[in-house]
């Protein structure tokens, strides 16, 4: 039966039909939906952990355990997650073990780009690069196989475009393997006397892989020309089959790690011009300068941002076809936060006290532009934290009654709550706020530790937070709802003037869950309403300005009430009250 599905949905229907029991990952776009959708399969285990770190071990574990698993992330993700990737290359698993990175080439949604192909180099385990969604599915059933072939972890390496487009695959059944645990010290306890015994095992896989390669067909050859020839893989191929048809031959690489060099030789030596198409970093290229052969590539393709259709044309001195326009001019569309965002009023507190705000990742982070403009560092998940204790302590007076560190409610379990235990332990005179909205908002709405549902919405375990700060030394902790200004400027006037380290947690659900009940809209009324624009001061979508006078769209007003705290004149009022 044939389907057409996202690539992401194809992954975690490859998971299904490889017989996956565990999956454990953190929320991360381009990645999220493979966890999401392998939830809807009841035979498979799905859980969000509290950051990719945690989802790896728990996945290896449950390889361990003899039951094939999986770990997800987006490519910053693996950032967390390296720690025990390099050392599970070492140890090998028991069942398999796979591993998704969902690179973000062109930052749709990431704070850097990063080419994850390194990683699967440096840690020294294969990695596969699907191109569509029918090789995601195919590519995750084999890469289990891979796995437990050569003991193993798997990396397989996404893309936005691949991650988020769809193709037809054809649907298979479910088949389960299961493996017995065996006590096995010497292979799973790295102590360095064993971890030395180990290294020789992992390249001595990496030959076998090698070969591997060199005969898998998840590389192939496309022989249609000996004039010019192209080396690519993931959406590259998909872009150069378009720009060039069958008038090129094209090597394309499924297994990008390790690279099959008898197979390039061989390749190279059919077509009289070499050139290598692959997005950010000339991994590909420099392999094959490696082998001394002579081709083309970053010299005339960049080496940031997504590559297109138009960009290789244009690369290659092709015509490129008009685009067609649309004849309305669409106004843009600048990030901003939801109408209603809890955090907005928050914010405008800082903003008015003139606050320094180091912030994190999350849908926050839009505190840092117009008209707010409050945040002005986002690092990573949980730097804000750190990064507030290191300013606070090297400022020291000029800094404190000032500075404070901002992070969401699923960040802070994600790697906030190191960043408070130095807080605590050093004793910075830092100002922490917690941004609990209830959710992980970013990525889509998805449960956190700190939420009480796990990722099937059932109940389960809840962090109070609260008593968890205060269990890690902090002894001034106080909760404010940012609907309202004047509590929330009090908190932050009074903890920033104490003496001790303090957590301010502003709490209110976002505004955009389904269960959240709103009040009314509001309206202005025109006659109080003398065009000062203080109500637009915080930025919110629903407030315009319209003949000099303040107007409100109903349709996005959820009834919070902030924008009526600024106004001088009362000019806003509840629609319930016409």
């Known amino acids: 039966m044939k389907e057409l599905l996202l690539g992401n949905k194809a992954i975690a229907r490859g998971l299904y039909e490889a017989g996956v029991c565990f999956v454990s990952s953190y929320p991360g776009t381009p990645s999220t939906e493979i966890t999401e959708e392998a939830a809807k399969f009841d035979e498979i285990y799905c859980e969000w952990a509290p950051n990719e770190k945690v989802a790896m071990e728990s996945a290896f574990g449950a390889s361990l355990a003899g039951r094939r698993a999986f770990c997800g992330q987006k490519h910053v993700g693996l950032n967390v997650a390296a720690d025990p990737l390099f050392t599970m290359s070492y140890t090998g698993v028991n069942a398999g073990l796979v591993v998704v990175v969902a690179d973000d080439a062109g930052m749709h949604s990431s704070q850097n780009e990063q080419d994850s192909r390194h990683y699967a180099i440096a840690a020294k385990v294969p990695m596969l690069e699907p191109s569509n969604s029918a090789e995601a599915l195919e590519f995750t059933k084999r890469a289990y196989e891979i796995s437990e072939l050569f003991d193993t972890p798997v990396i397989i390496k996404m893309c936005t475009r691949v991650a988020h487009s769809q193709s037809v695959v054809e649907i298979g059944e479910r088949q389960v393997p299961e493996k017995t645990y065996e006590k096995d010290i010497a292979k799973y306890v790295m102590m360095p006397g064993n971890a030395k015994k180990r290294h020789p095992v992992v390249e001595a896989r990496t030959k076998n892989l090698i070969e591997y390669a060199e005969k898998t067909p998840l590389n192939r050859e496309e022989i249609f020309s000996d004039e010019i020839g192209i080396i690519t893989s993931s959406t590259s191929y998909q872009y150069v089959k378009e720009v060039f048809g069958d008038t090129v031959s094209v090597l394309k690489l499924g297994m990008i790690n390790p690279l099959p060099p008898e197979m390039i030789k061989n390749f190279a030596a059919k077509v009289k011009k070499l050139y290598v198409v692959e997005e950010l970093d000339d991994v590909i290229e420099s392999f094959v300068k490696t082998l001394g052969i002579a081709v083309e590539g970053k010299n005339i393709l960049p080496?940031?941002?997504?590559?297109?259709?138009?960009?290789?044309?244009?690369?290659?001195?092709?015509?490129?076809?008009?685009?067609?326009?649309?004849?309305?001019?669409?106004?843009?569309?600048?990030?901003?936060?939801?109408?209603?965002?809890?955090?907005?009023?928050?914010?405008?507190?800082?903003?008015?006290?003139?606050?320094?705000?180091?912030?994190?990742?999350?849908?926050?982070?839009?505190?840092?532009?117009?008209?707010?403009?409050?945040?002005?560092?986002?690092?990573?998940?949980?730097?804000?934290?750190?990064?507030?204790?290191?300013?606070?302590?090297?400022?020291?007076?000029?800094s404190e009654g000032k500075t404070v560190a901002v992070i969401g409610d699923s960040t802070f379990m994600h790697s906030g709550m190191t960043g408070l235990a130095n807080v605590a332990y050093n004793q910075s005179n830092s100002t922490v706020i917690i941004l609990d909205n209830s959710i992980t908002g970013m990525t889509g709405h998805q449960q956190n530790p700190t939420t009480g549902y796990n990722i099937k919405g059932d109940p389960a375990g809840k962090i109070n937070l609260e008593a968890l700060v205060k269990a890690m030394g902090i002894n001034r902790v106080r909760i404010v709802d940012p609907y309202n200004l004047k509590e929330c400027d009090a908190a932050i006037k009074e903890e920033l003037a104490a003496p001790e380290p303090s957590v301010i947690i502003s709490r209110r659900p976002c505004a955009l869950l389904k269960y959240v009940k709103h009040n009314p809209p509001l309206y202005v009324d025109s006659e109080k309403c003398i065009g000062c624009k203080s109500c637009m001061k915080i930025g919110c979508p629903a407030i315009s300005m319209k003949d000099g006078k303040a107007t409100v769209d109903a349709t996005q007003c959820v009834g919070c009430n902030v924008c009526s705290q600024l106004c001088p004149k009362k000019a806003f009022a509840s629609t319930e009250e016409k």
């Open 303 to 398: 080496n940031i941002d997504e590559f297109s259709q138009n960009l290789i044309a244009k690369a290659f001195g092709k015509e490129i076809s008009e685009g067609v326009t649309l004849e309305d001019n669409i106004p843009g569309r600048p990030p901003v936060m939801c109408a209603g965002c809890p955090h907005r009023g928050l914010f405008y507190s800082l903003k008015k006290r003139n606050c320094t705000v180091l912030g994190d990742i999350g849908c926050y982070t839009l505190g840092a532009v117009p008209p707010l403009s409050t945040i002005e560092l986002t690092l990573c998940m949980g730097a804000s934290i750190g990064a507030t204790h290191g300013f606070n302590k090297m400022l020291g007076e000029k």
